[in-house]
């Protein structure tokens, strides 16, 4: 994971254009609302080919000068309640929620690969109205509803088959 987040922050630097008023170090506008770290700790969850430990994002933030790891709590703080990060609890990590522009607060599923850490959101509003309907009628209200489904991603499942055939 650690290798895989710094060749992505490596590539984002190396992409860098010079930056002019009302944009990024990375040369773009900041998503309207963000903070310049926010927007820095969604770049690098967004670069990430896996889900980013918040101690991931520290590390690749050590040469904007941030040794702190409050810098970085604050910042997903922010972006989960924005709703543009999601937290995966099993893996303590985080994903940036849906495409580009989706960015709301939602109940979560997600699939999630022990083999290669791919994690993939499913949004199903079937599964979000069983929900509602179960804790509803034993009175219970929830905080939050993520669902974490672990097992294989069908690339590793299709290599394991192959393997064992």
Request: proline share 5%; aromatic share 4%; hydrophobic share 40%.
């Amino acid at each position: 994971m650690r290798q895989k987040l710094e060749a992505a922050s490596a590539a984002a630097k190396g992409k860098a254009a010079k930056t002019g008023a009302g944009t990024t170090r990375r040369g773009r506008p900041p998503r309207a609302g963000l903070s310049h770290w926010q927007q820095r700790v969604l770049d690098l969850v967004r670069a990430s080919a896996e889900p980013a430990s918040a101690y991931d994002i520290l590390r690749e933030m050590k040469g904007d000068g941030i040794t702190a790891p409050p810098v970085v709590y604050r910042a997903l703080k922010g972006l989960l309640d924005r709703g543009l990060v999601h937290r995966i609890e099993s893996l303590n990590a985080y994903v940036v929620c849906g495409g580009p522009d989706h960015h709301h607060t939602h109940p979560a599923q997600f699939a999630i690969c022990r083999e290669c850490g791919r994690v993939e959101e499913i949004t199903d509003p079937a599964v979000d109205g069983l929900i509602e309907a179960w804790t509803g009628r034993i009175g219970f209200v929830a905080d939050s509803r993520t669902i974490e489904i672990l097992g294989r991603c069908r690339d590793c499942a299709a290599g394991a088959v192959a393997a064992a055939g």
